[in-house]
């Protein structure tokens, strides 16, 4: 009798499931006023499609919407990719952006301990955090830079910041990396054309999705649009 | 030419040697036949040495990768055994080494098997070589020391062998890092160990690796416990100091496997570790006593690992080892499996997950105001008074004059250029709170008409909201205040102005003094002490007038 499985070799259920969770913190300050805001919104939509043409990212990416202006709201909870719904932005007030990357690392937090919680095994969490201008809480920034470089030391979180327009203080968003990090990558794009970044995060997200957990420090991003820079 | 070579087996310390002649890592291409795969080689395995940069442009020749050694199956005084290691998916992909390893070892005669697994950690550039340094070092140790000894394997022998065994290989891939002059960090790996004598196993462990023991009664039991971080992707190594050295008797069968092998069919820690036994059936079957049937299982396993169907679920490395005691497992005492009570448990941890994980009907705006710590109700609306000609001028550092109705600009007037009215500056903390506004110093609800009568209707963005209190709305300079440029203020009558969009909470709250009930206080003391004067002679007339 040839040697063969008499039920379902593997459960049906994948046990070892993996969510990857996504903070997008996105700016809504006063000056995304007009093109950079329509822009922002399309950008997120865009975001939401891409994720649907993934099955394996749409089972496994958990996003995670929060805007910040002179307030930090959640626009839109964790969600499964495939209950994700594009929030509809508009811009206005200063911008809290240190007061953003504490809810930021706060969302992470409560959604970690859920998932331990629930046995629910997960890769690194990402911070995408999108700007246009220079914080203006910069009580806050000492402790939220520390908290977020701590986070980055620790391996609890891939911060990926991108700046906007001419108006983005890139080298600010770069002092959030650890002094020690070798490469402290920040994107930059131009205001009017940037909603591809939202594809690419995409791209991106569904790509670690497919990683295996074991190699994921080695998994190729996918290139970055054209109208995408990195600055180092 | 297969893997399942017979003159391929591992021996004495043949297995502990890099072997020139040994299959290379086999690209798994499913399409290909099973001897077509065993004959396509790495051709960037051939490479005689590698190099990598340590940053400094310092090239380092590290000696030639460790190659895989090929599976092994055999049988020792009833005693059947067999396994192997296979590249995963993604490091075919990724063109990266297969970073597992697998030994195993027959010492004596006696039906003592010893066997060890390493999982090299995925981040670590050098975790290949730290895995089967690992592995070599340990089992050279183990098979050494097991030879030279003639007492009984009692617990504690056992114990600090095996302890002995972990430190071994630990130092000699620290040794190793040493020598190649590279990080200590870049070796990391997991190894998991045992010693088998037909019925008790016991074993030595550091990581996510696991054995999973089949017992005379006929449960299984995952041995191990998985050391992980919090991250899917991290793992306590070796080098983590973590070890568990333990012990289970009564053990007719167990499986060794890497977490490729073993996530796959044992459940995490909150399902009780519980296994899926379907997968491993086929290798625990009874009446494996010739190498034709061990092989012909092997294969099965190496062939079905191999195949799209469990690569398309498991992308990682994979090692498996499977050791029976032939005469003790019969088709009695084998474990009973019951498929509906496993999908009946999933689907209520799928659900409970989900209720976990996806609350419904919880509206993402209440969770919105929770996280800003601001309350108010989801029936409050502002009206909208886009047509009251009264812009925003909050973010502009402008307000308009409550006498004149001119914009001034906060920046540096405190009165108004226009009429002189001294100006009327919004409070620092323009949150607001309705909670708070709702009560009042007693902290009792707060029932005044005001109160009662205040709406909120949706607004445009960018429109200064009032609230729909005109009948209590000074005018600009009404009569009966007393006074052009009134300072006192009456909670009462704080008005809140939403500014922007009603959605961000964010209001400025502006006072004005005038109470309608109590006005004659605000009257100019000199005009109250006429008054007075000439209320008290008229007074005097009427009283001179009726005498």
Known sequence: MPVQFTKDPLPTKNQGERHIPAVLLVDTSGSMSGAPIEELN??????????????????????????????????MGFRPAVDYEAP?????????????????????????KEYKDQGVSYYRPWLFVLTDGAPTDTGLEASAKSRLQDAIRNKKVTYMPMGIGDGADTRKLQEYYPDEAAAKPVLKADAKNFKEAFVWLSASISLISKSDPNTTSQVNLPPTPSMITVGI | MWPFDKDKKQSDHESFQLKKNAPKERNLDQSDTFECIADEENEKSDNVSDTISDGDDDEVILPPEPELDPPVYGITGGVSYWGFSQRGESHIKNGAPCQDRCVIDVVNSSPLIIAGIADGVGSCMLSHYGAATATRSAMDYLKKELIAY??????????????????????????????????????????????YDGSTLFFSHAGDDGIVAILEDGTMDLATVRKKGEEASSVVPLQGLDWETRKSTNVSAFVMATDGVLDAFVGGEVEGNRIYYPFIEPAVTPGQLTDAKIKEIAEFYYQYMAGPEYRSKVTDDLTMIVVANQKKITAENLPKFDKDAWDKYSAEREAQIKSALYPENEPEKNRKKENSGTAYSEQETYRDVSSDNVDDAGDAGEILCDYCGEKVSLEKAKFCPYCG??????????????????????????????????????????????????????????????????????????????????????YKKYDYDFDEDRWWFDLDPVTFLLGVIIVAIVLIFVSFFFH
């Open chain 2, 421 to 506: 009215a001294e100006l009327r500056l919004p409070f620092k903390n323009d949150h607001y709170d309705t909670a708070s506004r709702y009560r009042d110093s007693y902290g009792e609800p707060y029932r005044d008409s005001y109160a009662d009568s205040y709406q909120q209707t949706s607004t445009s963005q960018g429109k200064l909201q009032i609230p729909s209190i005109t009948k209590r709305y000074p005018e600009p300079g009404r009569k009966g205040t007393g006074k052009k440029n009134p300072t006192k203020s009456s909670k009462k009558n704080d008005v809140y102005f939403s500014k922007g969009n009603s959605k961000k909470k964010s």
């Open chain 1, 42 to 75: 399309r950008g997120l939509r865009e975001f939401g499609n891409a994720l649907q043409e993934d099955s394996l990212a749409l089972g496994r990416a958990e996003v995670c919407i929060i805007s910040f202006n002179s307030s930090v709201e959640t626009e």
């Open chain 2, 150 to 195: 003639n007492g009984s394997l009692d617990d504690a022998y056992v114990g600090d062998l095996l302890r002995s065994a972990m430190m071994c290989a630990y130092e000699a891939v620290r040794k190793e890092a040493e020598e190649l002059e590279q990080l200590e960090y870049s070796f990391q790996s997991t190894l998991t160990l045992a010693i």
């Open chain 1, 88 to 112: 509809t932005l508009s811009a206005s007030g200063l911008t809290s952006f240190n007061e953003a990357i504490q809810a930021g690392l706060d969302a992470i937090e409560s959604r970690k």
